[in-house]
């Protein structure tokens, strides 16, 4: 039997799953053919990126509200988040009639902050990290009566989030390891003990962040997990994975070209994890991508580093005489080789060029490092002296 440290069981995240017929969705799964020829396996992908509100926190946030008595409904709920778990808790409130107030930090993506407003819930900026939006909400609670709806410290919001660890059982039979993000650790927790009971031999693998630094995985940049969370995932994960922001980046860029999944850094990290090789195991592998809640601005800086860390962006710097014809000539060499000019940039004032020369920047777009490296040797070959930028 389940006890106050063992989080909910079986029977609990079954009865989740029947208050969530009809509410969220089942989100479907996806063979990429990618991803099992680069990981030497088998990789299936939950795309819970697809849910509503863009994420799985729906689930938690719906089994929660829905267990609310009805004095508690009257009183409203109150969250703390970095962006997702307050865009589910705002949509369930509205959902179930019930007032609803959002603590999130300052600077969470607005565009999950412009989704929790737009679901009708109070919503404050409040601090610089998710402590200091909890310590808002908490005070909130108090003052108001409001029940605080915890992102992960919370049996029902962990029995919700198990609701996947069912679904993937039944539509990923053959997986012989689940790789899960870990934040606070209720996706986790909630997956670990759904799958432990019904699939025990699965290995379950979480992947995180460094917790010390800024992160583009903003949805799992939590200092630590929760007591209750941390003594389930302490028991039930068979190992837990650290990746870069470099890696989930290059995971965001394959996601988005190669599936045409639009993934946050935080819903990448499994992915990043199989890209770099430290998932260990064999045997079918199964990655979570949590959400899809990318601020726009965030995946435009993450494709273009990504393009041009992969060679798709060359951005080359090089002197020409100041004369008719020879930008020209230079734009000509460049589509004889098949570069695609995207930008092109004169520089005379304050540059230390001969006063009968211009300094002229290219971006181009190329198809892979080989092609940068033979542009450039074109380029040396008729002999103009070509820097490098990007």
Not at 220 to 231: D, R
Not at 303 to 308: D, F
Request: net charge negative.
């Amino acid at each position: 039997m389940a006890t106050e440290t063992t989080g909910p069981t079986l029977t609990e995240i079954e009865a989740a799953r029947r208050g969530l017929a009809g509410v969220a969705r089942v989100t479907p799964v996806y063979g990429s053919e990618t991803f099992s020829r680069l990981a030497g396996r088998e990789v299936v992908l939950k795309a819970e990126n697809l849910q509503r509100t863009g994420s799985f926190k729906v689930r938690g946030a719906v089994t929660r509200i829905a267990a609310l008595s009805k004095p508690q409904r009257v009183a409203g709920v109150v969250a703390a988040s970095a962006g997702n778990h307050g865009q589910a808790v705002a949509w369930a409130a509205r959902e179930a009639g019930i007032p609803a107030a959002i603590f999130v930090p300052q600077d969470a993506p607005m565009t999950k902050v412009e989704a929790c407003r737009n679901y009708a819930a109070a919503t404050e900026l409040v601090g610089v990290t998710f402590e200091d939006a909890l310590a808002a909400a908490f005070a909130y609670a108090d003052e108001t009566g409001a029940t605080f709806v915890h992102p992960y410290e919370d049996e029902s919001v962990i029995a919700g989030q198990g609701t996947i660890g069912l679904e993937l059982a039944e539509q990923v039979p053959q997986a012989a390891t689940v790789l899960v993000p870990v934040g606070g650790g209720g996706l986790a927790a909630g997956i670990a003990l759904a799958l432990r009971a019904v699939k025990p031999d699965v290995r379950i693998v979480g992947v995180e962040v460094r917790r010390d630094r800024y992160t583009i995985a903003d949805g799992i940049a939590v200092k630590h997990p929760g007591e209750l969370t941390s003594a389930i995932l302490d028991d039930l994960l068979e190992d837990v994975i650290v990746v870069s922001d470099e890696e989930i980046s290059e995971a965001i860029v394959l996601l988005l070209e190669r599936t045409k999944l639009v993934v946050e850094g935080a819903g990448a990290v499994g992915v990043a994890a199989l890209r770099a090789g430290r998932v260990g195991g064999s045997g079918p592998v199964v990655g979570v991508l949590s959400g899809g809640n990318i601020d726009p601005t965030m995946l435009i800086s993450v494709m273009r580093h990504g393009l041009t860390v992969a060679g798709r962006y060359l951005v080359v710097r090089t002197q020409l005489a100041d004369r008719p014809g020879e930008l020209i000539k230079l734009l000509s060499l460049v589509a004889e080789e098949r570069g695609n000019v995207i930008a092109v940039e004169h520089h005379r004032e304050g540059m230390d060029v001969p006063v009968s020369e211009t300094e002229v920047e290219l971006t181009l777009v190329t198809r892979d490092e080989g092609h940068c490296l033979q542009l450039l040797a074109a380029m040396a070959d008729r002999g103009y002296a070509v820097k490098r930028l990007e």
